[in-house]
């Protein structure tokens, strides 16, 4: 008896995603490449516009303020879609605001305008938070909850490929437009050949986020015709279900493991933007050359975030995913106190390295935070992607810090920013089975 009870749960344990969700799963995977590709094209940004408009770091710095404030505006709007309808209809919403957004950057070309090119980077932020809010959820459902986590870091594993290729396409379509004219330069020409200049570097900002725009309504079209059951063996996927928020919010909070999962990530992914953002003024300010250049260093560190985050989920089959989070916070926050006390190629390939702590971070706090919410996740998945406004706010106190003492010291904060998630991993190791 005891054998017959017991093989089918043996069965289903040992799946990784449920044999009718396999399609749904490699779709959504395109999602997550495709948020990679906007992201790391929004970072270089900061300095292009800096020298654009000729402006502060802290000014410029404003596009991550847009971009991750977005998400945090749009979080719960898309939980509220995802509990109303399904993780399908929350997908499509995003995909289709993400394509507004991106074909907004035509406009805001033309109308040479920072804000414009703020708005439209809002818009463009607004669907990707329907769409991450959507989709991490609806891949933890996608099989069983024990396996849930390292489902997740499978399906963020191929968000490096999108990052990667966002780097590449800033790289090759955006910084290369930008003019050698100097801040000086800039301020003594004539104002017809400012504009001109400008132009054809704002054409160059504008190009690959058209480009985007049509590669996401070919996917688009690809998950409005995809079939998803109405709910797998343990989670209801297609379901309407009634709303209760106050007591899933008293239910939330009252949750530990939750709350403080909410800071972690808030901290994770101030770390991750702060590190990323300002690659290129770090290697700019230690060993010289070009934005085109120094670009070449946050390229292989997505490159080293890209390969760390696939033996990350492997390494997952033998260690608890909390162990492995505290470790690599630790590392992270050591790795950028070494840049700061030693500028140089070394200090630089530290700041690259970094990237591998990174990797396993944000779906590995997201899978043990959701970990045994049941019908509380899909605002629970909300909260946690409204903590990505740690992404707005701290590339400004980063970049105040770099208008006031410069680059290298600049790495400081997000060192203590990986403190408060290896405190979490601490706290997960202690008091939860991830």
Same mark, same amino acid.
């Given at each position: 008896?005891?054998?017959?009870?017991?093989?089918?749960?043996?069965?289903?344990?040992?799946?990784?995603?449920?044999?009718?969700?396999?399609?749904?799963?490699?779709?959504?995977? @395109?999602?997550?490449?495709?948020?990679?590709?906007?992201?790391?094209?929004? *970072?270089?940004?900061?300095? =292009?516009? $800096?020298?654009?408009?000729?402006?502060?770091?802290?000014?410029? #710095?404003? =596009?991550?303020?847009?971009? %991750?404030?977005?998400?945090?505006?749009?979080?719960?709007?898309?939980?509220?879609?995802?509990?109303?309808?399904?993780?399908?209809?929350? =997908?499509?919403?995003?995909?289709?605001?993400?394509?507004?957004?991106?074909?907004?950057?035509?406009?805001?070309?033309?109308?040479?305008? %920072?804000?414009?090119?703020?708005?439209?980077?809002?818009?463009?932020?607004?669907?990707?938070?329907?769409?991450?809010?959507?989709?991490?959820?609806?891949?933890? #459902?996608?099989?069983?909850?024990?396996?849930?986590?390292?489902?997740?870091?499978?399906?963020?594993?191929?968000?490096?490929?999108?990052?990667?290729?966002?780097? &590449?396409?800033?790289?090759?379509?955006?910084?290369?437009?930008?003019?050698?004219?100097?801040?000086?330069?800039?301020?003594?020409?004539?104002?017809?050949?400012?504009?001109?200049?400008?132009?054809?570097?704002?054409?160059?900002?504008?190009?690959?986020?058209?480009?985007?725009?049509?590669?996401?309504?070919?996917?688009?079209?690809?998950?409005?015709?995809?079939?998803?059951?109405?709910?797998?063996?343990?989670?209801?996927?297609?379901?309407?279900?009634?709303?209760?928020?106050?007591? @899933?919010?008293?239910?939330?909070?009252?949750?530990?493991?939750?709350?403080?999962?909410?800071?972690?990530? &808030?901290?994770?992914?101030?770390?991750?933007?702060?590190?990323?953002? &300002?690659?290129?003024? %770090?290697?700019?300010? @230690?060993?010289?050359?070009?934005?085109?250049?120094?670009? *070449?260093?946050?390229?292989?560190?997505?490159?080293?975030?890209?390969? $760390?985050?696939?033996?990350?989920?492997?390494?997952?089959? %033998?260690?608890?995913? +909390?162990?492995?989070?505290?470790?690599?916070? =630790?590392?992270?926050?050591?790795?950028?106190?070494?840049?700061?006390? +030693?500028?140089?190629?070394?200090?630089?390939?530290?700041?690259?390295?970094?990237?591998?702590?990174?990797?396993?971070?944000?779906?590995?706090?997201y899978g043990i935070a959701l970990n045994g919410l049941d019908k509380d996740t899909k605002f629970g998945s909300a909260g946690l992607v409204m903590a990505i406004l740690g992404g707005a706010i701290m590339p400004l106190v980063q970049g105040a810090t770099i208008d006031e003492y410069g680059a290298?010291? $600049?790495?400081?904060?997000?060192?203590?920013?990986?403190?408060?998630?290896?405190?979490?991993?601490? &706290?997960?190791?202690?008091?939860?089975?991830?």
């Open positions: 008896m005891k054998n017959q009870n017991t093989a089918p749960q043996e069965s289903l344990s040992a799946q990784f995603v449920y044999p009718n969700m396999k399609i749904a799963f490699i779709l959504l995977i @395109t999602c997550f490449a495709a948020w990679g590709v906007a992201a790391n094209m929004t *970072d270089p940004l900061v300095k =292009v516009f $800096s020298k654009i408009f000729t402006m502060s770091t802290f000014e410029s #710095a404003l =596009v991550q303020f847009a971009y %991750y404030g977005a998400y945090f505006c749009l979080a719960l709007p898309a939980a509220f879609i995802n509990a109303r309808y399904s993780y399908k209809a929350g =997908v499509l919403t995003g995909l289709a605001l993400a394509i507004l957004g991106a074909l907004a950057f035509y406009p805001a070309s033309v109308s040479m305008t %920072y804000g414009f090119f703020l708005a439209a980077l809002f818009i463009l932020a607004a669907g990707l938070s329907i769409l991450e809010t959507s989709a991490n959820p609806f891949v933890m #459902a996608m099989g069983p909850e024990g396996s849930a986590t390292r489902r997740l870091n499978l399906a963020q594993a191929f968000n490096p490929v999108g990052t990667n290729i966002g780097v &590449f396409l800033a790289a090759t379509l955006i910084l290369p437009n930008l003019n050698v004219a100097t801040a000086e330069d800039r301020a003594n020409m004539a104002p017809e050949m400012l504009r001109d200049i400008q132009s054809a570097e704002l054409h160059g900002v504008m190009t690959p986020y058209v480009g985007m725009a049509f590669v996401l309504m070919i996917i688009w079209v690809l998950i409005y015709f995809m079939r998803v059951p109405k709910s797998t063996s343990t989670v209801k996927i297609e379901s309407i279900e009634p709303i209760d928020f106050k007591a @899933t919010l008293c239910r939330l909070f009252a949750r530990k493991q939750y709350r403080w999962g909410v800071v972690a990530q &808030f901290f994770n992914v101030a770390a991750q933007t702060c590190t990323w953002t &300002f690659t290129i003024q %770090y290697v700019q300010e @230690t060993l010289g050359g070009t934005e085109a250049s120094a670009s *070449d260093y946050l390229q292989y560190s997505l490159l080293i975030f890209l390969v $760390s985050r696939f033996v990350m989920t492997w390494l997952m089959g %033998y260690f608890r995913p +909390a162990v492995l989070l505290t470790i690599l916070a =630790v590392l992270g926050s050591l790795l950028c106190l070494y840049a700061v006390m +030693a500028p140089g190629v070394s200090g630089v390939w530290a700041i690259v390295s970094i990237s591998a702590c990174l990797s396993l971070m944000f779906p590995t706090i290298i010291v $600049s790495y400081v904060v997000p060192a203590v920013c990986f403190l408060v998630v290896a405190f979490y991993g601490l &706290f997960s190791v202690k008091n939860t089975s991830v």
